[in-house]
């Protein structure tokens, strides 16, 4: 029986990852451990084995395994969501955001007004002063809905003409910006601080939109559960988060015995803050 697409996008996403960031170095620590907690190295190992990891490497820089991690993920995104349009529609565009552009999602129709905002905090230093950086945000990853032209609209039946619809953020006729379907932030492990910024990026889609809010995920390699639930838990900002390889960390736990580690996993999965990668998907296209 031939496998599903997305086990294969699961398998090639793996596969590169072992290829440049998922490494194992000379001292057996695996490239997402922290080398100086015994549990994270133990999660790790566990984790890199059971996706096969034989790459021997030393550690490369945070920001290098960072971006790496990104473009990687932004790949898998790319190969699975676009194969969904007969349940989500539309034109599509997954790409990673390069540059680190402050105001990138001012691209998109929801955040187009921040251009303007930062026109005036820039010529306003008291408005600078009280706006601060909330209004800046820089996804890792972007799925971007295209605006629809009337043909494609009208398609089925003659639904839309000049008289109606007239600032319907979907219509091209209206010339609006493309629409911002979801934001996704990359953290390759999870420390205290990097936990926070992803709150902090989320909570500033939600204050700064005008329309529809995006879907705002993280996906993480972090191994350590108590890590995993400094981000996961809770709600209100972020709509969920990924794990790189849930299934493998699941059974990683198990065949360690790390009953607590176990158990506050399972609070994060079953309630729905933690998920595997492969869910992402169909995750999206709702």
Same mark, same amino acid.
């Given at each position: *029986?031939?496998?599903?697409?997305?086990?294969k996008?699961?398998?090639?996403f793996?596969?590169?990852?072992?290829?440049?960031t998922?490494?194992? $170095?000379?001292?057996?620590?695996?490239?997402?451990?922290d080398?100086?907690?015994?549990?994270?190295k133990?999660?790790?190992?566990?984790?890199?084995?059971?996706?096969?990891?034989?790459?021997?490497?030393e +550690?490369? @820089? =945070?920001?290098?395994?960072?971006?790496?991690?990104?473009?990687?993920?932004?790949?898998? &995104?790319?190969?699975?969501?676009?194969?969904? =349009?007969?349940?989500?529609?539309?034109?599509?565009? &997954?790409h990673?955001v390069v540059g680190r $552009?402050?105001?990138?999602?001012?691209? %998109?129709a929801?955040? @187009?007004?921040l251009?303007a905002?930062d026109r005036?905090?820039?010529?306003?230093?008291?408005?600078?002063a009280?706006?601060?950086s909330?209004?800046?945000?820089?996804?890792?990853?972007?799925?971007? +809905?295209q605006t629809?032209?009337?043909?494609?609209?009208?398609?089925p #039946? %003659?639904?839309?003409d000049?008289?109606?619809?007239t !600032?319907?953020? !979907?219509?091209?006729?209206?010339g609006?910006?493309?629409?911002l379907?979801?934001s996704?932030?990359?953290?390759?492990?999870i +420390?205290s601080? #990097?936990?926070?910024? @992803? +709150?902090?990026?989320?909570?500033?889609?939600?204050r700064n939109?005008? =329309? #529809?809010?995006?879907?705002?995920? &993280?996906?993480?390699?972090e191994?350590?559960p108590?890590?995993?639930?400094s981000i996961?838990l =809770?709600?209100?900002?972020i709509?969920? &988060?990924?794990?790189f390889?849930?299934?493998?960390?699941?059974?990683?736990?198990?065949?360690?015995?790390?009953?607590?580690?176990?158990? *506050?996993?399972e609070? *994060?999965?079953?309630? $729905? #803050?933690l998920?595997?990668?492969s869910?992402?998907?169909?995750?999206? @296209?709702v």
């Open positions: *029986m031939a496998s599903a697409e997305f086990l996008a699961r398998k090639a793996h596969a590169e990852l072992l290829k440049s998922l490494t194992i $170095n000379n001292a057996g620590i695996v490239s997402n451990a080398g100086s907690n015994t549990t994270s133990a999660i790790a190992q566990g984790i890199a084995e059971l996706l096969k990891a034989e790459t021997i490497g +550690r490369i @820089a =945070g920001q290098t395994s960072g971006n790496q991690f990104e473009e990687i993920c932004a790949g898998f &995104v790319r190969n699975t969501f676009l194969k969904l =349009g007969h349940l989500r529609p539309g034109k599509w565009d &997954v990673q $552009n402050r105001l990138e999602i001012a691209q %998109y929801q955040y @187009a007004h251009v905002l005036a905090a820039k010529n306003d230093p008291e408005l600078a009280a706006l601060g909330d209004y800046t945000i820089t996804p890792d990853i972007v799925v971007v +809905r629809e032209a009337d043909d494609a609209i009208n398609s #039946r %003659y639904l839309v000049k008289s109606v619809t !600032l319907a953020s !979907l219509r091209k006729e209206n609006g910006n493309p629409l379907h979801a996704i932030s990359c953290k390759w492990t +420390r601080d #990097r936990a926070q910024n @992803a +709150r902090s990026e989320a909570l500033n889609l939600i939109r005008k =329309g #529809r809010l995006p879907h705002v995920v &993280v996906v993480t390699a191994p350590t108590s890590r995993l639930a996961a =809770g709600t209100g900002d709509d969920c &988060v990924y794990h390889a849930l299934y493998e960390l699941q059974e990683t736990l198990k065949t360690l015995k790390l009953e607590d580690a176990i158990d *506050m996993l609070v *994060m999965v079953n309630g $729905n #803050r998920k595997d990668i869910d992402l998907p169909l995750d999206l @296209a």
